[in-house]
T-cell receptor, first 113, second 114 residues
Framework: GAVVSQHPSWVICKSGTSVKIECRSL??????MFWYRQFPKQSLMLMAT?????????EQGVEKDKFLINHASLTLSTLTVTSAHPEDSSFYIC?????????FGPGTRLTVL | AQSVSQHNHHVILSEAASLELGCNYS??????LFWYVQYPGQHLQLLLK??????LVKGIKGFEAEFIKSKFSFNLRKPSVQWSDTAEYFC????????????FGTGTQLKVEL
């Protein structure tokens, strides 16, 4: 399967700061990338769908001004958590999609102090 | 909107026991079905997928799943589990017209004891 990387794999930040997470598809061009959030011992919750060159589509209840998504190229999407608070602490996972399936990154553990 | 339910939240088995994890979905149209596995500390990996054709799908590591359209089910099976199968298993579905947007079930935590 295709390889998707995320950077950083974990990050600790202070409340009020912003954190950027990168998602890269390493061996194919992904017109669509997805961002998920996973709480401990729970399933993945889709946050947004990111299409290259256009605005992301956010799921209901996800604040687009708080979770900024940029999909500048066919191999890179970024998620910026702005003015992070402790409740934003979570595991963030991206995926890159071809026509048939999604390939998942290893995730980024965000801890906001 | 589509939804996916996994009936078993926690399953504990002894090595060599047979496994069946339930997955049901609700959607009236054509679906694509997936099972993913997440080993402790690792990222999601695809176990198997069903798009069309033979409803009995074989995946990696000896897993298989059967799509029963009349029951809206896609249960995961393995005849003999190993300790290394300890992981979280997620059923997921995409629908035609929904693009590649996956809807995940709540997951089943499998623990295999020696």
């Amino acid at each position: 399967g295709a390889v998707v990387s995320q950077h950083p794999s974990w990050v600790i930040c202070k409340s009020g700061t912003s954190v950027k997470i990168e998602c890269r598809s390493l061996d194919f061009q992904a017109t669509t990338m997805f961002w998920y959030r996973q709480f401990p011992k729970q399933s993945l919750m889709l946050m947004a769908t990111s299409n290259e060159g256009s605005k992301a589509t956010y799921e209901q209840g996800v604040e687009k001004d708080k979770f900024l998504i940029n999909h500048a190229s066919l191999t890179l999407s970024t998620l910026t958590v702005t003015s992070a608070h402790p409740e934003d602490s979570s595991f963030y996972i991206c995926s890159a999609a071809d026509r048939y399936e999604q390939f998942f990154g290893p995730g980024t553990r965000l801890t906001v102090l | 909107a589509q939804s996916v339910s996994q009936h078993n939240h926690h399953v504990i088995l002894s090595e060599a026991a047979s496994l069946e994890l339930g997955c049901n979905y609700s959607y009236g149209g054509t679906v694509n079905l997936f099972w993913y596995v997440q080993y402790p500390g690792q990222h999601l990996q695809l176990l198997l997928k069903y798009f069309s054709g033979d409803p009995l799908v074989k995946g990696i590591k000896g897993f298989e799943a059967e799509f029963i359209k009349s029951k809206f089910s896609f249960n995961l099976r393995k005849p003999s589990v190993q300790w290394s199968d300890t992981a979280e298993y997620f059923c997921a579905v995409t629908s035609t017209g929904g693009g590649n947007k996956l809807t995940f079930g709540t997951g089943t935590q499998l623990k295999v004891e020696l």
